[in-house]
């Protein structure tokens, strides 16, 4: 018997991020390579971009950790529809998936490195999320994410404050920090 997909909580007014060059910039040029140094990320992996929008970290993420399976994961097919225009242009190759991070479809112990630039900040249901990412992790797989600070600095209105409701991962363990991000491993 198939397990039943967790409950997906409605979204509010889904409203993509604006397509800013300057910003998407610094992501690319500036913030992927000081994180993959800061953090010490692993080259060769499987890698997960959750909430990838256009595109714009994945070249990035290619090029810093030359992974064996690139994966970006968004829930608007439009934006999905512009990451692969993009990466066709930038000779990345990447697999685009349209999901929801709070039900992934992929299977258990899927990747070594699931990164997500905030998605999980900006969606009801955190919990749901966090535990999926839990479940496509290997054992001993990073999560890469955020911290508070960073989403505070990169989307003040939209953050209002919000947590993550980390208690729902228990086996996510802090093993580094690094300016703006923590690296969290699978125990």
């Known amino acids: 018997?198939?397990?039943?997909?967790?409950?997906?909580?409605?979204?509010?007014?889904?409203?993509?991020?604006?397509?800013?060059?300057?910003?998407?910039y610094l992501q690319r040029h500036v913030e992927i390579p000081v994180m993959v140094r800061a953090l010490g990320l692993p080259g060769g992996g499987r890698v997960l971009e959750v909430g990838?929008?256009?595109g714009v970290g994945l070249?990035?993420?290619?090029?810093?950790?030359?992974?064996?399976?690139?994966?970006?994961l968004d829930v608007d097919p439009a934006l999905l529809a512009?990451?692969?225009t993009r990466l066709d242009r930038e000779g990345v190759t990447a697999q685009l998936e349209r999901g929801d991070v709070r039900a992934l479809p992929f299977g258990d112990a899927s990747f070594d490195l699931v990164i997500d630039f905030g998605t999980c900040y900006h969606i009801a249901g955190?919990?749901?999320?966090l535990r999926q990412i839990v479940r496509v992790l290997?054992?001993?797989?990073?999560f890469v994410s955020e911290t508070v600070s960073s989403q505070i600095l990169s989307h003040p209105w939209r953050t209002r404050g919000r947590r993550l409701p980390w208690?729902?991962?228990?086996?996510?363990?802090?093993?580094?920090?690094?300016?703006?991000?923590?690296?969290?491993?699978?125990?």
């Open 138 to 142: 290997a054992p001993g797989g990073l």
């Open 167 to 187: 208690s729902s991962a228990p086996e996510l363990r802090v093993v580094r920090r690094g300016l703006l991000w923590k690296a969290r491993r699978r125990v």
């Open 1 to 24: 018997m198939a397990p039943t997909p967790p409950t997906i909580p409605p979204e509010p007014a889904y409203r993509p991020f604006p397509d800013i060059a300057r910003r998407n």
């Open 52 to 54: 990838c929008g256009r």
């Open 126 to 129: 955190a919990s749901a999320a």
């Open 82 to 84: 512009e990451a692969g």
């Open 59 to 72: 070249s990035a993420l290619a090029r810093a950790l030359r992974p064996a399976l690139l994966v970006g």
